[in-house]
């Protein structure tokens, strides 16, 4: 038998969901090469909210503000029909291979190919052919991303059983997720190598596309699945378990605490390019602003990490937010006169809450799901995962739709200089829209009731069933 199909004991299981030793299979090698996952996922919806929608449609392809907004929002509608459906197929699944492995081989080549086509620019002036051509691929891609990131984020809570295990796991994805920014952020420079303008982006497209789909081939290899949680595949359906995940009042907070938090760091991303291009004045400042902050984040997440192992999620968490809103409220006031180096100071303060406002929520799921199991008997790790995914995605397309469709209105446009309005709320957007939704995140991870040691209580009724089952 394969390592990934190999079979877990009732003990080893028992110990990892206690947070007394993580699954063996779990080492720090495995879990790098997981992450790898994250990078192409963050890659992809990275570029697309930061250099797609706000820089690329607009100032290479020459589509109207308007419709650029347009262009992910059609993508996400399209999402909150497959990202659940994606989620409850692949926890009905019971192919021999595992219920979400397989999708990672499916999915791969289609996920690059269209990822690769969404930076090629037809030949032609009209508006219209514009934005049906990049709303029609927005959508291929996004589907092809859905079928290999929804059974990818549904493995962690079976090949991470405990509290802290989960929160480990989870850094190193989020790890992975931030060099996928990295990638993100070098696809412009990318794209200048290969002589600019739309024959450089196209090219940059095909290689980015390469690199987004061969990882999932070493993420198939040394991931598995548990052969407990196979033995009993989720048997409601998509409407029922949709049902049933909406009326889960732990769930709903969590979401709550993770849109928001979701929202500020896409409405980040989608004008920090802006802001530097246009209150600035300093374009090329962005790629090193980014390799400073994102540098940073990274080394906050072993921090975050060991400071979450005596702490509740939720708090630290919050804790993350307000260090950040702070940060976020400072910058309003930069100016472009004032020494260059300046903004590069506030780097470490903005990474220092970015680098947990994304990593505590996913941790935070995997209870969830064990709760949800408590209550109703199944595992829907999937559906979970799914919305959850939709949601990300959400978030994104909404705060580049607000923002976009601000900005075309006050008169951001195709060139290189724009209306003081505009770069007024680009200012803003930049500063104070992040710190509101910050505090709203804090607002609904206030008393969240999923803690430490009611997940230890949870635990024990499920082990106490599952040992009940079997002497049946």
Not at 376 to 387: S, V
Request: charged share 15%; net charge neutral; hydrophobic share 50%.
């Amino acid at each position: 038998m394969s390592d990934a199909a190999a079979p877990i004991s009732q003990a080893t299981t028992s110990a990892a969901a206690a947070g007394v030793a993580e699954d063996p299979r779990l080492t720090a090698g495995r879990k790098t090469v997981y992450a790898t996952g994250d990078f192409t996922v963050n890659t992809m919806l990275t570029s697309l909210s930061m250099v797609f929608a706000t820089y690329f449609l607009v100032q290479v392809a020459g589509l109207r503000a308007e419709y650029a907004a347009g262009v992910p929002l059609i993508g996400r509608i399209v999402d909150a029909f497959t990202d659940p459906a994606m989620g409850r197929l692949s926890d009905r699944c019971t192919w021999r291979a595992g219920r979400r492995r397989p999708f990672f081989l499916i999915g791969a080549l289609p996920f690059g190919l269209f990822f690769a086509l969404l930076w090629v620019t037809p030949s032609t002036d009209s508006q219209v052919a514009l934005f049906a051509y990049y709303s029609a691929l927005y959508i291929a891609v996004s589907v092809a991303m859905t079928v290999v990131s929804v059974p990818y984020l549904a493995l962690q809570p079976e090949m991470a059983a405990g509290y802290d295990a989960r929160t480990s796991l989870n850094t190193y994805r989020n790890a992975g997720s931030i060099l996928g920014v990295f990638a993100a952020v070098a696809f412009r420079p990318v794209a200048e190598l290969f002589g600019g303008g739309t024959g450089g982006f196209a090219s940059a497209g095909a290689v980015y596309g390469v690199a987004l789909a061969l990882p999932w081939l070493a993420v198939y290899a040394t991931t598995w699945e548990r052969t407990d949680f196979q033995a009993r595949p989720a048997k409601t359906g998509l409407l029922e378990g949709a049902r049933l995940v909406a009326a889960h009042t732990t769930f709903r907070r969590l979401v709550g605490l993770y849109l928001c938090g979701r929202v500020s760091m896409d409405l980040l991303g989608a004008m920090l390019i802006l802001y530097f291009t246009y209150h600035l004045g300093r374009s090329e400042d962005f790629e090193l602003m980014m390799v400073v902050f994102l540098s940073a984040v990274l080394v906050w997440l072993p921090v975050w990490l060991r400071l979450s192992r005596s702490r509740e999620k939720a708090s630290t968490f919050s804790i993350g937010c307000l260090i950040w809103a702070t940060g976020s409220v400072l910058i309003l006031f930069i100016q472009p006169d004032w020494p260059r180096w300046t903004i590069f100071v506030f780097a470490p303060l903005l990474a220092a809450g970015f680098a947990v406002v994304d990593l505590m929520p996913w941790s935070m799921l995997g209870e969830v799901v064990d709760e949800d199991d408590l209550a109703n008997g199944e595992r829907r790790e999937g559906i979970y995962n799914g919305f959850f995914m939709f949601l990300r995605k959400l978030a994104g397309a909404a705060a580049v739709f607000i923002a976009m469709s601000m900005l075309g209105a006050l008169g951001y446009a195709q060139g290189e200089t724009q209306p003081d309005a505009a770069v007024w709320a680009i200012r803003l957007l930049a500063s104070i829209g992040t710190a509101v939704f910050l505090l709203l995140a804090v607002s609904f991870a206030w008393s969240y009731p999923l803690t430490r040691a009611r997940h230890d209580e949870i635990v024990r009724l499920l082990a106490e069933r599952d040992r009940g089952s079997t002497s049946r």
